[in-house]
């Protein structure tokens, strides 16, 4: 049995060592480090300086500043090619879920609350105590009384003088039931003046198991657990979060590039349009002084400055979305600041799309994260009612211990008299306790039943919001597709009716000022209405991503799977 004892030491002492294990320090905080790359590569964008705002005019036409006509456009380029890369939407989206920001914090707030579900659970995790102590007493107890010589204080002759070292320890541990087991081994040398019972020094051991078990109130594991059962949910949800910050910056990725891609064809056409407004100006110009006027040529000059002015900010929008998916993906291989302009390479959608509206409803019911939020806080909900109406029942504990006791005149022999299991107590009883009224955990009950009434009608409503999302974002596909019909159609028109003024023209008619302010009016018609189809055809593919976000299916839309046993890398890209 000693060698029992001592093996049990030796045990303790390394679930001490296990207990003060080295905890890994966090990364040191360097925002040099962080901004590093936007500061070097900002070098590579060269500002242009600013021309000073005109007085007068100043017109490429000969005769008003001698200057030769030109049907280049004096706004450049759109862009440099060296420094543009065509990129296709999935390996955009690819690079965001890699390294977006936004979605490396959410999928922190999961890994979070996992550490938190861990936390919940270690409060049923067994747990090592020790103690130790040594007291000196020195008291006077009855004895022989006598009173000295002209006082009236009797005195006690008699001195009871103890030295008492004791040591303890255990292990202690909650149980699902709403019990606690502990079991503890306890040893004290007691020194003695005067003897006692012709003993001067003498151990005492005991080895004690106790038990305390609740019998009514705060009984069960459902009860018990229900902290871990709660942070369960909540990891759930914030998984869920995670998933809907990665929805939300896909959307936000479609919706840029798609954007991209019409500012891209609206350079196109006002180039186009500028192009033919300067052959016009340039045919008037050479007819000053046969047909045409000073009018004439002001027509048309104003036109020709007025697109460039519309050419110069149709070319800042394409850089605007080019960094501002650089900020979505937050790839260090596309600095923010870089000079490098992204491209859509993946022309739009055009092609009819059939959808029905009862098996769109049915796959966002079952799809949508919102609504698995809210489910998981009704069940949520639902544990905190079971653990209030526990709570309403009155306190019933079930005590109990059981202890071996062992004596002798060194640690040895009190070890071995242990060891006999002779000398064995125990005890029991029930202690009651009961609220006069019980308001606290009535009002408790009450406050956590409306709280889950209250999710369930918060669940309802957004059953109906999800439903009114989809018939809408189902409606806008067929109108945007519509709409496309019409203004192609207007786009048709539109080229006809210039081409019938170019044949007017053609055929000898006269250039007068209204015939040249219908033309170029007919020319603004024309980008007008390319225009108008450009922008139906970015509204009916947003349209479709927005029914699949609305669908709660937009991750498998993009080919993107989560895996939820890793929250922290909670995706991964599959080849289409």
Not at 64 to 89: F, N, V, Y
Not at 270 to 296: F, N
Not at 522 to 542: D, H, I, K, P, W
Request: neutral net charge.
């Amino acid at each position: 049995m000693r060698k029992f004892f001592q093996s049990s030491g030796l045990c303790l002492s390394a679930v001490l060592l296990a207990a003060g294990c080295k905890v890994t320090e966090p990364t040191p905080f360097s925002p040099q480090l962080l901004q590093q790359s936007e500061r070097s590569h900002s070098s590579e964008v060269v500002t242009q300086n600013m021309r000073p705002l005109p007085t007068t005019l100043e017109s490429p036409f000969p005769g008003r500043d001698g200057k030769s006509p030109s049907s280049q456009p004096t706004t450049g380029p759109s862009t440099i090619p060296a420094q543009t890369r065509r990129m296709t939407l999935q390996e955009i989206v690819h690079r965001a879920v890699a390294n977006n920001y936004d979605v490396r914090v959410a999928g922190y707030n999961t890994a979070i609350d996992e550490t938190r579900v861990v936390e919940a659970e270690a409060a049923f995790d067994p747990v090592f105590f020790a103690n130790g102590q040594h007291e000196r007493r020195d008291n006077v107890v009855p004895g022989t009384v006598y009173a000295p010589p002209g006082s009236s204080t009797p005195v006690f002759t008699n001195v009871d003088q103890a030295s008492i070292t004791s040591a303890a320890a255990g292990i202690r541990q909650n149980l699902t039931s709403g019990g606690q087991i502990q079991v503890q081994y306890q040893t004290a040398y007691n020194h003695l003046n005067p003897p006692r019972y012709s003993i001067n020094n003498y151990w005492e051991n005991n080895l004690v198991l106790e038990l305390t078990q609740p019998l009514l109130r705060d009984f069960g594991s459902t009860v018990n657990k229900a902290r871990i059962t709660v942070s369960r949910q909540n990891q759930r949800i914030s998984l869920l979060d995670f998933r809907l910050a990665l929805v939300k910056n896909i959307a936000e990725i479609e919706q840029t590039y798609w954007q991209l891609s019409a500012a891209e064809r609206d350079v196109r056409i006002q180039e186009e349009l500028l192009k033919r407004t300067e052959d016009t100006a340039i045919i008037l110009d050479k007819r000053r002084r046969q047909d045409v006027t000073r009018l004439q040529v002001s027509q048309a000059d104003a036109a020709v400055q007025s697109r460039r002015a519309a050419l110069v900010r149709a070319k800042a929008r394409i850089r605007d979305l080019s960094d501002q998916l650089k900020q979505l993906m937050n790839d260090a291989d596309f600095p923010i600041t870089s000079a490098l302009v992204i491209l859509p390479a993946d022309a739009p959608a055009e092609s009819p799309i059939h959808f029905d509206l009862q098996d769109q409803i049915e796959t966002a019911m079952e799809n949508r994260a919102e609504l698995g939020q809210q489910q998981l806080r009704v069940d949520t909900a639902s544990v905190v009612v079971q653990v209030a109406k526990n709570n309403l029942l009155p306190q019933l504990n079930l005590v109990g211990s059981v202890g071996a006791q062992g004596l002798g005149g060194n640690f040895d022999n009190a070890v071995d008299v242990q060891s006999d299991f002779d000398h064995i107590g125990y005890r029991i009883g029930l202690q009651l306790e009961i609220p006069i009224g019980n308001r606290a955990a009535r009002a408790a009950y009450r406050r956590s039943w409306l709280q889950r009434q209250q999710a369930i009608d918060t669940y309802a409503s957004l059953v109906s919001k999800v439903a009114l999302e989809v018939k809408q974002a189902q409606r806008e596909v067929q109108t945007s597709w519509d709409e496309m019909v019409a203004t192609r159609q207007a786009r048709f028109a539109q080229a006809d009716a210039l081409l019938a003024l170019q044949q007017r023209e053609d055929n000898g008619e006269a250039l007068t000022p209204t015939f040249v302010q219908l033309k170029l009016d007919t020319q603004a018609n024309l980008a007008n209405a390319q225009r108008a189809e450009s922008t139906a055809l970015t509204n009916y593919n947003l349209s479709i991503v927005n029914l699949e976000r609305t669908k709660g299916t937009l991750l498998r839309y993009n080919n993107i799977l989560m895996d939820e046993a890793t929250p922290q890398y909670a995706t991964r890209q599959v080849e289409r």
